[in-house]
């Protein structure tokens, strides 16, 4: 019942910026956590950064300074802007989030279908 939906990737040079979106449709009550991870070709999905409905949010190292993640709760969205990026930087981008379906039952691990970064000159 919930459809997460990122867009946003792209071709970038290496210190350019992108802003990735995801937005969550469906028959959503709330959204509570919302959270970005990256797959590298021959690697596994690593956390990249997540956000709570109050904004606390949290990185991994490698992001912090860089990345800034941020949500419009009213658009049931949540936003990454990617600064300084790098080569290792290329990779799916994909969407998280848990909260309360409309019927009040509880969704987590919701995932979109990813968006593809590639940092390269």
């Known amino acids: 019942q919930v459809q997460l939906v990122e867009s946003g990737g792209g071709l970038v040079q290496p210190g350019g910026s992108l802003r990735l979106s995801c937005a969550a449709s469906?028959?959503?009550?709330?959204?509570?956590?919302m959270g970005w991870y990256r797959q590298g070709p021959g690697k596994q999905r690593d956390f990249v950064a997540s956000?709570?409905?109050?904004?606390?949010?949290n990185y991994a190292d490698s992001m912090t300074g860089r990345f800034t993640i941020s949500r419009d709760n009213a658009k049931n969205t949540v936003y990454l802007q990617m600064n300084s990026l790098k080569p290792d930087g290329t990779a799916v981008y994909y969407c998280?989030?848990?909260?309360?379906?409309?019927?009040?039952?509880?969704?987590?691990?919701?995932w979109g279908q990813g968006t593809q970064v590639t940092v390269s000159s």
């Open positions: 956000i709570t409905s109050g904004g606390g949010a």
């Open positions: 998280n989030a848990d909260g309360l379906l409309s019927n009040r039952s509880y969704f987590r691990n919701a």
């Open positions: 469906g028959s959503i009550f709330r959204i509570n956590s």
